[in-house]
């Protein structure tokens, strides 16, 4: 009922950042493409076997030292169901591994239909008397443009279990700021009013450290409102995206975090996942312990912006 | 590029309504779920499987009256990839069978991630130079709380097919005033700015009946707007939620419309997927020819509203 058992994770690794898995085919080795399509065809389910690969290989050589993986579910959906079902292997492997697996999906409903969303990513489903787990993620991205009634179905799914979510408040994107950065007739920014939601909608979910159970979704890509939004909202926890490829710097993501080194988790995708094609004479079967690198070299850099990390 | 193949399917059936497939187990007659079972398992299997057949019964049943159906997406996803193949097979026979499929995902995101979205439901995903169709629908609905970089990738794979998207605009639950009926500074409501967004992102996907490929959803359960929002926004096709178990009417809906009977097509789920339910004494195999009943009384009840359907 709260992002705890992140927090603990974060605390362990001493690692504030998160491997978003959002492998497209061109991130991938050619090794790994070319036995999968050997084996199942040059085809969803071909891609979706190298998908899996990939993914599986990043997981070993990131488990011990990152302590969470964001997998974004439109680079598995792209691949059909095949994709889907890579989808949960991950996130099951993922588990499996000890990491704490955020769902980027920014599933959007109302009612029994956000109740379903919620169901199938975080909770259980049952049939006839019988449950099962659909995807079995920790977390879930949610865009809350719905109100309350696109976010309570998950909240109250989430009392009953150790799970949370993230809300999207102020995006990373370039154009973000046509709708969130308008002003409101009482003067808040749309994302202001949406973090103030956020802190509401996160008074039943309160954990043990400060933080409840609604995380907010706020783009490293604009620093100034980071730290606006850190002071504003000091109950939610931020999963920021936008670090790396995108633009944001370690410095630009510093004042997401409270005087702990706490309150936030930093994404990377694209750093992590490309960088043993950035790394000039290697042998592309290295990738994940490039990726490894990359993570430390991330970790590093945001820790010694912020210092130690511990629990208030 | 625009909605005009939808629009002539309305005019062809003078239909418009769209069938929500949004298959709960208790939906479904248990004649249908005890044979699924009884071949995969009380699990997600057996249940995707349940989906799949009583889907294709309303299908059948449905296709030569009703233009358009609309599965949503949570409720497959709920049975994990099993469901989700289930989706696939749903979107491929009810266009096998003439029809038109308006994906209800709700998705939403930036630049390629968005993109992959609109592959995976509208387009073609490529595999290392081979092509194919992981979801194929007709239309997606779309949340663009992320301004024009969530909404661009689709509108761009529209415009080399005869795809569209719907954006959400001002949806049919009790709380979407939270945010989408506040004013911005300029004394625009949120929903209204909105549908403005959707008149302008259209420009570039008009069709010959005077609408474009990106199309809004507007309630029926706030008939007082969607009258507003049909004067305003010319340009844009409605979908329209809320008809029957939300509490909206025929009454309602008829602000949707423009002169011609034109401009939107009305949701119901729950109405014609439960018709069965409703019908004393009824053999529950019967449960297709029920919906087919219900789906005639629904026609018949908007159309005394609205008149012939006419093209422009």
Chains 1, 2 share one sequence.
Not at 152 to 178: H, Q, R, W, Y
């Amino acid at each position: 009922m709260s992002f705890d058992r992140l927090i603990k994770a974060i605390v362990k690794t001493q690692n504030p950042s998160v491997a978003g898995l959002d492998p497209k085919l061109d991130y991938i080795p050619d090794y790994i493409k070319e036995a999968a399509y050997a084996e199942y065809g040059k085809n969803l389910e071909g891609a979706a076997q190298a998908l899996w690969v990939f993914n599986k290989g990043l997981i070993d050589a990131l488990c011990d030292i990152v302590p969470a993986v964001k997998p974004q579910l439109a680079y598995y959906e792209m691949y059909g169901w095949y994709g889907v079902r890579t989808f949960q292997k991950t996130v099951e492997y993922a588990k499996s591994k000890g990491m704490f697996v955020i769902t980027d999906g920014k599933r959007n409903d109302i009612g029994t239909t956000m109740q379903a969303y919620a169901k199938a990513h975080l909770g259980l489903t049952e049939v006839d008397g019988e449950t099962a787990e659909a995807f079995g993620s920790d977390a879930l991205t949610v865009n809350a443009y719905l109100g309350t009634d696109g976010v309570k179905p998950a909240v109250e799914l989430c009392k009953e279990s150790d799970k949370g979510i993230f809300v999207l408040v102020k995006t990373s994107n370039p154009s973000s700021g046509e709708l969130q950065d308008r002003k409101l007739d009482d003067g808040l920014t749309v994302y202001r009013t949406m973090g103030n939601m956020c802190e509401k909608w996160g008074e039943e979910l309160q954990g043990k450290y400060g933080y409840s159970g609604v995380g907010a979704v706020v783009g490293a890509t604009y620093p100034e409102q980071l730290s606006e939004l850190r002071k504003e909202l000091p109950h939610t926890f931020f999963l920021v995206p936008g670090y790396g490829a995108q633009g944001g710097g370690a410095k630009d993501v510093a004042g997401a975090f409270d005087k702990n080194g706490l309150g936030a988790i930093i994404n990377s995708s694209r750093g992590i996942m490309c960088a043993w094609k950035k790394e000039e004479g290697l042998d592309p079967k290295d990738y994940a312990a490039a990726a490894r690198r990359e993570a430390v070299r991330m970790r590093d850099e945001i820790v010694s912006f912020i210092g130690e990390i511990k629990l208030n």
